[in-house]
């Protein structure tokens, strides 16, 4: 069973940055693609930004050019550094592990943007 443990969620203003981490129980160069989703109250969960085993990087409209997603191998630990935060980036955001077909997921960490 892989676990998955967010942390660096919190409250900031509004222009402001947060570094969220994923560290995984297993090896994370074993997965196809280890994932940053969030869900915002009475919304349905959007994916935010995915990193492939080979590096790729791919980011929703929304948060491109202001959130990027990294990974460090050794660490078996993905990161999601968020910059120039707005409130509609509030929401719980989740870590998750994709190994086709099954995504493995993390209990999620609150990130709330004030104005």
């Known amino acids: 069973q892989v676990q998955l443990v967010e942390s660096g969620g919190g409250l900031v203003q509004a222009g402001g940055s947060l570094r969220l981490s994923c560290a995984a129980s297993a090896s994370i160069f074993s997965f196809n693609a280890m994932d940053w989703y969030r869900q915002a109250p009475g919304k349905q969960r959007e994916l935010v930004a995915l990193?492939?085993?080979?590096?790729?990087?791919n980011y929703a409209d929304s948060v491109k050019g202001r959130f990027t997603i990294s990974r460090d191998n050794a660490k078996n630990t993905v990161y999601l550094q968020m910059n120039s935060l707005k409130p509609e980036d509030t929401a719980v955001y989740f870590c998750?592990?994709?190994?086709?077909?099954?995504?493995?997921w993390g209990q999620g960490t609150q990130v709330t943007v004030s104005s």
């Open positions: 998750a592990a994709l190994k086709v077909p099954t995504h493995y």
């Open positions: 990193i492939t085993s080979g590096g790729t990087t």
